[in-house]
């Protein structure tokens, strides 16, 4: 046998990398692509994180980027935290308008996957959807809906910067 022997070495930036997926992804933008795992979703959730993550160890929603969703007791209401300190990479902040920014996005016709039709018949308009504080939205929804969670887990959970998408158009 041989020896084995670490080497470590400096982060470079760039390069590519090669994926084998299930099926082809629309791309990269959380509105436009499927957000399913198997055309896409799982690479996006390592480029953008979710919100929330379901944890089938404690059958329980895991906070991600989010700090607390809290429903009221019927289910019509949530409130979404997000934690503080966290920034998207072109160093602007990942707080409520960022969020809202983001729902209204998928709420939008921009967006042509199932999240939109999860997000119309659950939350309805852009309207329901209120920044309360800097790290905190308010979302009313049309119809009761104790997963409402889920969604955050999926594509609807997973934000780009505004400016960014501003600036890309």
Known sequence: ??????????????????L???SETRGLDPASGSGSGTAGGTEMIALYDTLTRWNPETR???MRTAESVVSNADF???TV????????????????DALKYNIDRYLSSVNTTTSRAWLTYIVGEAKNVTVVDPLTVKVALKVPDAGFPALLAHSPGMLVS???????G
């Open 20 to 22: 084998g997926m299930y």
């Open 76 to 78: 019509t209401e949530w």
């Open 60 to 62: 329980k929603y895991d």
């Open 81 to 96: 935290k997000l934690k503080s300190g966290i920034t998207f990479r072109d160093g602007t902040p990942y707080d409520a």
């Open 162 to 168: 505004p400016t960014a998408i501003k600036a890309l």
């Open 1 to 18: 046998g041989g020896s084995a022997s670490t080497t470590t070495l400096a982060p470079q930036k760039g390069g590519s990398i090669t």
